[in-house]
């Protein structure tokens, strides 16, 4: 059981990440880090994952857990804050939470684990966003961090080519977690319209599961029912 490939999983007490941590423990030993108590708790008695009850931005903490391992496989970026904020009512603290937790954590949380991700040729995975690839109007802070973050994710990808290191951003569109539904009216939200969490999670296992001869750069995941649009 401990030969099992190594997988650590940023988010891992929000929507998205959670579903992430049950899908990989199937085949990886998961480290889940989350920064909610409660639901980091309920997740590792589900699945027996490894929990770190970590912010992304601290930095410091990140380092030293990750000093300790011996080896990682797959690194999934899924932890962000998504707050509706247009140019006009985003302040200065607003931005900085934004940059720090959405583009600077998953950046330096990287940077720590890049010897043992190139030692193991691995799979880094960023949970981008439809707004990483669109405007969305009123949500300037929030789209700009998760353009920023697959700039970060383009770059990476070139500079850890000589190392085999696969970098993917997946961009979902809306998904049914809580940070959606704070943003929509509690009246007209239906959750039959948005991308269930667990797809997201299958989407993140194709990538991993991927040949070891071809590598996966950017995955856009919409909800089907966009198609009624067309």
Do not use: C
């Not at 309920?42 to 490894?50: D, F, I």
């Not at 973050?149 to 085999?164: K, N, Q, S, T």
């Amino acid at each position: 059981m401990n030969d099992r490939p190594i997988a650590l999983v940023t988010g891992a007490s929000g929507g998205m990440g959670r579903e992430i941590v049950r899908d990989l423990t199937r085949t990886h030993r998961v480290i889940a880090v989350g920064r909610n108590a409660g639901r980091l708790d309920a997740v590792v008695a589900e699945t027996g994952a490894t929990a770190w009850q970590l912010d992304v931005t601290d930095h410091e903490a990140f380092s030293r857990r990750i000093a300790d391992l011996d080896r990682l496989d797959v690194l999934v970026h899924a932890a962000a804050i998504g707050e509706h904020l247009s140019v006009e009512t985003a302040d200065a603290s607003a931005w900085e939470r934004h940059l720090a937790s959405n583009v600077t954590g998953p950046a330096l949380i990287t940077r720590a684990a890049l010897p043992l991700l190139r030692a193991a040729a691995a799979t880094v995975v960023f949970i981008g966003s439809g707004a990483g690839t669109r405007p969305v109007a009123g949500s300037a802070v929030y789209t700009a961090s998760k353009h920023a973050l697959r700039g970060f994710a383009d770059v990476l990808r070139i500079d850890e080519e000589p190392h085999r290191v696969r970098v993917v951003t997946i961009a979902p569109g809306q998904t049914d977690t809580d940070m959606l539904r704070a943003g929509i009216p509690a009246d007209q939200y239906r959750p039959e319209r948005y991308i269930r969490p667990q797809s997201v999670a299958e989407t993140v296992r194709f990538v991993v599961d991927a040949p070891a001869d071809v590598q996966l750069t950017d995955i856009a995941v919409r909800p089907r029912q966009e198609i009624a649009r067309l």
